[in-house]
T-cell receptor, first 115, second 111 residues
């Protein structure tokens, strides 16, 4: 497809387990973002990748969260030893170099429920 | 860091105009954005405004920017039931490419 693709779309996991969430950005987009949306909350920035530069990890809430982007394309967000407060929708977005208005394009999200 | 504030709910009658307001703290942003999120879906860009503009009109949508007061608004003319969604204001922080989002305004359109 032409849009940002995220998988899984839904994930239920037990507290203490590790989870991996995947994001396939739009082809050719150089920038990639992860945000988290909790119930009743706005979007919380997690991490930003731009080309080959060091990622901006300033939004990661704890050292249980990490993300990587391989080959400048696909990204994986990993949450170790999940806690119930990690339950949220994890949204990925991407942006091309020099987009009109610096617009970013979102995927539909991965809904994570920790039980 | 950037702080973006929005009211949480707005209820309007079908056919009326809706005005969704947003205030922010960082004045160095080049662009300011409005996104729409329908139930169970991701965020869709509605429109954006360049910081040197006061107003932008796009069909039923009008964006007003008051840089002095750091106030952004989105007006939807002739609001329809299909406009019911959550609307997010987004402002890039510190001149970066990382938008900070408000908590979103839930727009409810009733007949």
């Amino acid at each position: 497809g032409a849009g940002v693709s995220q998988s899984p779309s839904n994930k239920v996991t037990e507290k203490g387990k590790d989870v991996e969430l995947r994001c396939d950005p739009i082809s050719g987009h150089t920038a990639l973002y992860w945000y988290r949306q909790s119930l009743g909350q706005g979007l919380e920035f997690l991490i930003y990748f731009q080309g080959n530069s060091a990622p901006d990890k300033s939004g990661l809430p704890s050292d249980r969260f990490s993300a990587e982007r391989t080959g400048g394309s696909v990204s994986t967000l990993t949450i170790q030893r999940t806690q119930q407060e990690d339950s949220a929708v994890y949204l990925c977005a991407s942006k091309p170099q020099g987009s009109s208005g610096n617009t970013i394009y979102f995927g539909e999200g991965s809904w994570l429920t920790v039980v | 860091g950037e702080d973006v504030e929005q009211s949480l709910f707005l209820s309007v009658r079908e056919g009326d105009s809706s005005v969704i307001n947003c205030t922010y703290t960082d004045s160095s942003s080049t662009y300011l954005y409005w996104y729409k999120q329908e139930p169970g879906a991701g965020l869709q860009l509605l429109t954006y405004i360049f910081s040197n503009m006061d107003m932008k009109q796009d069909q039923r949508l009008t964006v007003l920017l008051n840089k002095k007061d750091k106030h952004l608004s989105l007006r939807i003319a002739d609001t329809q039931t299909g406009d019911s969604a959550i609307y997010f204001c987004a402002v890039p922080r510190g001149g970066s490419y990382i938008p900070t989002f408000g908590r979103g305004t839930s727009l409810i359109v009733h007949p």
